[in-house]
């Protein structure tokens, strides 16, 4: 049974709520309204809010100045690329592991996980030097494969969490049936499994693509995504609010359509099941 | 029951992510270690492959290790105090029936989904830049001085930059656990008269504090190697040096390879630490 609670209650509480998410918010909604004023406007004194004229210039401006385009590709290849090459190599180790479970898989899910905990920077120059000898620095292929890395103990985890809800009866019905390793992986337990991977995805390219250790330090131009372009509007050249602004929007707009999709699980991914 | 072929073939399935893991693990930690003890300097040509635990000393004994320990401990103790706090409190707030509940949830996690990179120039030039960002503009509508915050309190400002960027996760986390709380148990000691306050402290509490140790743990281990937001910000000057940080500059910008590696063996240990108990959580709910 609900608490009986009164309309008065409720709104007051509705207020703080509404309050503390507008507080939490504000960063990103000045950012937006910023990115659709001139430059002076954006520094304007005292601070413009919403009436001024609404021009998309800095859009423009930004993506005809800047290789702005190309850092987006790079982002797009990099963080989807990562992800796809995870799922490929984790899908089978996390059906395995849930489905055909051995005497040491909790220790083997255990060291995955403990791989995602190594400090980036304790490995930071031989990654570099390694690079360079490959003659793979600041290439996408390089970050394809180091955010897969990083990234893959997470997968696994996630997939893992996901398959083990697949109940094990089906599998043994469809053994029952005959079914082999191929057809029951392809046609029991893919459907099933489905949800999962695309909700384990869906995180994965949100992580891949706000990374932001190795994209800024193993790239300089080529192969630079988002992360790495925006961080060269460090340096600002005279009236840059607005500007930076819209750079910073187009970089995050799709990633918090996706984020706002995928809260749940987030929880999961980014907690390993120890809170449920 | 699996049968002994897909026994075997379960082991294959699982080989190229370990694999994978194990190369990317051993090949460039052992790298580092190895380098750890040379005096490895390329820039000037120097290569001395065993100088025993030279570096190690060195890297103990000088001042900037002990205040990037210093400034490490700051910053995450503060992101996490404001996290933990904060991050209960919403979750607690977030849990009440209020209109929009689904949409006041959406504006409190979004930050989490900004590229680091993205929140700290934004934080740094619309709301800390001394001349024309929006806390200035507020300080001095109250008739205050404007006060320049990268420069006269940095460690705060980007104690301010991350800890928005983590409370999402902390509330979201929080969130979850509080949800699954025994609503029966919480009306009957309201029904008892338990005043609001002991309510928090003895039944919300105790069945928070297992989210909040994973909340911790998690983010410490982030925390320990924040980067982009100290790189774009003040790029480790005014005492924002942390332990990630110092390492980062010995090895890439000064060049000295064996020192830094010395630096990023201590930075391993130091989050191994952290993971052995967060791992002992995980292991334990894998049995359940």
Redesign the interface.
């Known amino acids: ?3 009986a ?1 009164t309309t008065k209650q ?2 007051m ?2 207020v ?3 309050a ?3 507080l ?2 504000f ?2 909604l ?2 937006f309204l ?1 990115s659709f004023k001139t430059e002076s406007t954006a ?1 304007a ?3 413009v809010w919403f009436f001024f004229d609404w021009t998309l210039e800095n859009y423009t401006a930004v993506q005809e100045r800047s290789n702005y385009p190309k850092a987006l590709m790079n982002s797009i290849i990099i963080s989807v690329g990562s992800t796809i090459l995870g799922i490929l ?2 899908v ?2 996390a ?3 849930a ?2 479970p ?1 005497k040491r898989t ?1 220790d ?3 060291w ?4 995602k ?14 690079a360079k000898w490959l003659g793979v620095m600041d290439s996408r292929i390089l970050l394809v494969v180091v955010l897969m ?1 990083i990234n ?2 997470i997968i ?1 985890w996630m997939l893992y969490t996901y398959f083990k809800e697949i109940p094990g009866e089906i599998l043994e019905a469809s053994r029952m049936d005959g079914a082999d ?1 191929r057809s029951e992986i392809l046609y029991v337990l893919t459907p099933m499994a489905l949800p999962g991977i695309a909700s384990t995805v869906l995180l994965n390219i ?1 992580l891949a ?2 990374e ?2 190795w994209t ?2 193993l790239t300089t131009v080529n192969a630079a995504p ?3 372009f ?2 060269s ?2 340096a ?1 050249e005279g009236l840059f ?1 607005a500007k ?2 819209a750079a ?1 929007m187009m ?2 707009a799709p ?2 359509i ?3 999709f995928s ?1 749940k699980q ?2 999961r991914g ?7 | 029951m ?1 049968t002994a ?3 075997s ?3 294959w ?2 080989a ?3 694999f ?2 194990l190369v ?2 051993l ?3 052992c ?2 270690l190895y ?1 750890s003890f040379a005096d490895y300097r390329p820039l000037r040509g120097t290569f001395e492959p065993w100088i025993g635990f030279d570096n190690y000393v060195r890297f103990f004994s000088s001042s900037a290790f002990l205040s990037a320990v210093g400034t490490t401990l700051w910053m995450v103790t503060g992101i996490l105090s404001i996290t933990i706090i904060g991050g209960v409190l ?1 979750a607690l ?2 849990d ?6 689904g ?17 700290a ?7 800390f830049n001394v001349d ?1 960002g ?1 806390f200035s ?1 507020l300080f001095k ?1 109250l008739g205050m001085q404007p006060y320049d915050f990268l420069s006269q309190a940095p460690l705060f400002s980007i104690v301010v930059i991350v800890a ?1 960027q983590w ?3 902390a509330t ?2 929080l969130l ?2 509080v949800q ?1 709380l025994d ?1 029966e148990q919480l ?1 009957a000691s ?1 029904m008892d008269g338990a005043p609001a306050l002991s309510r928090f402290r003895f039944i919300i509490l105790p069945h928070l504090s ?2 909040i140790t ?1 909340v911790i743990l ?1 983010q410490t ?1 982030f925390l ?2 924040i ?2 937001e100290i ?3 003040t790029n480790g000057a005014f005492g924002t040096r942390t332990l ?1 940080y110092l ?2 500059q010995r ?2 910008e000064s060049q000295n ?1 064996g020192l ?2 010395a ?3 201590v ?2 240990i ?3 630490i ?2 052995i108990f ?2 002992r ?3 334990k ?3 359940s």
């Open positions: 049974m609900a608490r609670i409720k709104m509480w509705t703080l709520a509404w503390f998410g507008l939490m918010f960063p990103i000045w950012t910023t520094i004194d005292p601070p190599i984790a089978p180790a059906w395995s592991m489905f055909v051995g909790k083997v899910l255990l995955m996980l403990s791989t905990m190594l400090p980036a920077v304790g490995v930071l120059y031989p990654l570099v030097l390694l890395l893959l103990p696994v390793l949100i693509w706000n932001a250790f800024i330090l988002l992360t790495a925006i961080a509007f460090s600002p609010y930076l602004s910073s970089a995050i990633i918090l996706m984020g706002w809260q987030l929880v980014l907690t390993f099941g120890a809170v449920k | 699996a072929h897909s026994k073939a379960a082991r399935m699982i190229p992510a370990v994978v893991l990317w693990m090949v460039p930690l790298m580092t380098f919403m707030l977030l009440r029936p209020i209109f929009g509940q949409i006041v949830r959406i504006l409190v996690i979004a930050p989490f989904f900004v590229m680091p990179t993205v929140s120039l934004v934080w740094k030039n619309m709301f024309n929006l503009y509508g928005w409370l999402p996760f979201l986390i979850t656990a699954s609503s009306e309201e297992r989210a994973v998690i281990i320990l190697s980067f982009a790189f774009v910000t990630t390492v980062y090895v890439l390879v830094g590696s630096g990023g063996i930075a391993v130091l989050a191994n952290i993971a967060l791992m959580i995980v292991g709910n894998l049995d």
